[in-house]
């Protein structure tokens, strides 16, 4: 039962650059922060970006986030194959008074 | 370091109340701000955030689950239980809790490993 929407997949040879949108309403990304966490195979997810686009200390600065209304986006430059996995944007909903994920993306490196 | 790990069942039986512990070290619970939730993931599918507790007993849950779910905190163990009534087969899901910082819009930071729950009869 997600309400944000995320693309299931994206996808890009090593060196590019992927985006990956995530798309909400005013009761949640349009009046909160956003996060994003990355999930790699077997693995539990690990915060990626908080506060629509601030890196925690040991994320690589090709990671960057950034909003615009009631949506948000995750970017990758200079994809490299580690970057393979799963991607969930997350944020406060006003409405449910709770937090609410995306869908998932799931990034493959060609 | 901050850690968290979640212990409990692997199976659990439809129509039982499944009780799952996170123990946690590298911060405490009585700390302002700080709070610790419980997030789940069916196999193959996205997260679903279920509840979470902050330092000073304020409690929220997902409004879709939150006629069955309890959420209690032991300071002194440094563990947070959930507690999951009924439990069906579409409950079947890695069951994660996780660190919520101190400070406003804060982050899950870190996760812990994940405990896989099993509904099965």
């Known amino acids: 039962q997600s309400i944000l929407t995320q693309p299931p997949s994206a996808s890009g040879t090593p060196g590019q650059r992927v985006t990956i949108s995530c798309s909400g309403s005013?009761?949640?990304?349009?009046?909160?922060?956003v996060y994003w966490y990355q999930q790699l195979p077997g693995t539990a997810p690990k915060l990626l970006i908080y506060r629509n686009n601030q890196r925690p200390s040991g994320v690589p600065d090709r990671f960057s986030g950034s909003k615009s209304g009631t949506s948000a986006s995750l970017a990758i430059s200079g994809l490299r194959s580690e970057d393979e996995a799963d991607y969930y944007c997350a944020a406060w909903d006003d409405s449910l008074i709770g937090y609410v994920f995306g869908t998932g993306t799931k990034v493959t490196v060609l | 370091q901050i850690t968290l790990k979640e212990s409990g069942p692997t199976l659990v039986k439809p129509t039982q109340t499944l009780t799952l512990t996170c123990t946690f070290s590298?911060?405490?619970?009585?700390?302002?701000?700080?709070?610790v939730a419980w997030i789940r993931q069916p196999p193959g599918k996205a997260l679903e955030w279920l509840a979470l507790?902050?330092?000073?007993?304020?409690?929220r849950y997902s409004p879709s689950l939150k006629s069955r779910l309890t959420i209690t905190k032991d300071t002194s163990k440094n563990q947070v239980v959930l507690t999951m009534t009924n439990m069906d087969p579409v409950d079947t899901a890695t069951y994660y809790c996780?660190?919520?910082?101190?400070?406003?819009?804060?982050?899950?930071?870190?996760w812990g490993q994940g405990t896989l729950v099993t509904v099965s009869s």
């Open positions: 005013s009761s949640n990304i349009g009046n909160n922060y």
């Open positions: 590298g911060f405490s619970l009585t700390s302002s701000g700080v709070g």
């Open positions: 996780a660190h919520r910082q101190n400070g406003y819009a804060a982050p899950f930071d870190p």
């Open positions: 507790i902050y330092w000073d007993d304020d409690k």
